[in-house]
């Protein structure tokens, strides 16, 4: 196989790739760290592309703090659309496959129903919106290019759900948590997989694809579920969007219809709660 160069690689998707491929016999991936791999200097891309001629560049870099995104608009902005078009660039330049990661806040959310890929876009925070401009660049910049949206995502790794709720569990006697906003979680893990696979298929399938783990849940149902595959006796009440505000807006529901990349890949996904339990005791 021919060499996978990875940009965003200290981050939470970073790690999860490392660790899936560490015992896998792929050797051909390449993890830069950032002070080399900064996707906001082309000059520095354009070294590692030289240097590696990737077949195949997978971004998981991103600004990704949703509510510190709404005062920091030009940073998450450069990083989340400039970035993506520098590697996008690139990628074109050196006849390289692009893979990057997008989001189910790129979606209004306002009717529960599936999220297909051909759905409007239409974000409700700055987060989201950096992230579409992101997406449309790369559309506009690379001719090979995958686009994964996924949603919720957690793992062992970095900051996310999982580990603020063990965190505050520990801290708390009661947690209010948001039930009704309605999307998947996703492991990380799973997701690395998924994307290890898509290489390994050699498809030329191009384009926008939803990935996120089987099944639906609230933020209180995943904090009840996470809680209950541990010994945390913290209670926790159910609470509307309205009652925990927050600087960024967010979907209510976005449940992402994962139809075309199971039927392009011959994927299975793993549902959210199967995947819970192995990052819960992967973690306790
Ligand atoms: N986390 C989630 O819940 C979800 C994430 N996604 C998407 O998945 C992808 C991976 O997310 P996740 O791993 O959780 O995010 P993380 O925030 O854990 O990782 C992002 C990484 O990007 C790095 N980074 C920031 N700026 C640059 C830059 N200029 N050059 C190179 N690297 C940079 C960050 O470094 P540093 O920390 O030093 O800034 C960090 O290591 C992202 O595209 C995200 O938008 C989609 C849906 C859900
Ligand atoms: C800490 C806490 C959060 N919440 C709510 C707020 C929010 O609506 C929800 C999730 O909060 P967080 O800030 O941890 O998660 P958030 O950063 O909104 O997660 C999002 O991250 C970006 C990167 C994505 O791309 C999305 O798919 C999604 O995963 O939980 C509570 O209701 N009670 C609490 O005590």
Sequence with gaps: ???????????????????????SGISNIVFPDESSANILNQQAINILFDEYKPAYCINCAAYTAVDKAEDNIDLARKINKDG?????????????????????????????RLLNEEDPAKPLSVYGLTKLEGEQDIITFADKYYILRTSWLYSEFGNNFVKTM???????DQLRIIADQIGTPTYGID??????????????????YHYSNEGVASWFDFTKAIFDLTDIITEVLPITTDQYPTPARRPA????????????????????????????????
């Design 166 to 172: 063990l965190r505050l569990g520990k801290e708390k």
């Design 84 to 112: 993506a078009a520098n590697l996008a660039k690139a990628c074109k330049q050196y006849n390289t496959i692009l893979i990057h990661i997008s989001t189910d806040f790129v979606f209004e959310g306002n009717v529960p």
């Design 191 to 208: 997701l690395a997989k998924a994307i290890l696979q898509i290489i390994e298929s050699g498809k030329t399938d191009y384009g926008i």
């Design 1 to 23: 196989m021919n060499n996978i160069l990875v940009f965003g690689a200290s981050g939470q998707l970073g790690h999860c790739l490392k660790r899936v491929t560490e015992n």
């Design 253 to 284: 529901y976005s449940v992402m219809d994962k139809s075309k990349i199971k039927s392009t890949f011959d994927m299975s996904i793993p549902y959210w709660r199967d995947s819970l339990k192995d990052c819960i005791a992967a973690l306790i």
